[in-house]
């Protein structure tokens, strides 16, 4: 995993809850990362994506994860920065990985918008270069 800086003087609740949840993810500590998830969480996947649309709930969202687990090797999500309001999040960053069929890796950036309730993720939604991604395939 490559190192990251995160600027975290003044971090609200729900950065804390953000920056969790990609430290668990670059941990490989899945259980961690589907716990940050309510119940009912909604999980936007940009249009555009094989994987495309809304998944409800951590089974969907863990489904969903599976999948990139078949497609790509060494699948990353790095934030570089985090940026919080109350109960929003922004997280820019990119997605690495190398396609298993292809062999073709990729960075692709990315903004993720993070709506954070009791300590858990209710909505997530992830704006990227679904073009770099899909050519990676």
Do not use: C
């Not at 951590?58 to 489904?63: L, N």
């Not at 929003?88 to 960075?107: D, E, F, I, N």
Request: hydrophobic content about 45%.
């Amino acid at each position: 995993m490559e190192s990251r800086t995160i600027d975290e003087s003044g971090t609200t609740q729900a950065q804390e809850v953000v920056r969790d949840i990609y430290e668990a993810l670059a941990g490989g500590d899945f259980a961690a990362f589907l716990g940050r998830l309510a119940n009912n969480v909604e999980w936007t996947v940009a249009a555009g994506l094989p994987q495309g649309g809304v998944y409800i709930g951590p089974e969907a969202v863990a489904g969903l994860f599976a999948g990139y687990a078949d497609v790509w090797d060494d699948f990353q999500v790095v934030p570089a920065q985090i940026y919080g309001a109350q109960h929003t999040v922004l997280a820019l960053g990119h997605y690495r990985g190398t396609h298993r069929v292809t062999r073709k890796s990729v960075v692709a950036r990315f903004a993720h918008v993070w709506h954070i309730e009791d300590g858990k993720a209710v909505r997530f939604e992830t704006i990227n270069d679904s073009h770099t991604i899909v050519a990676a395939g």
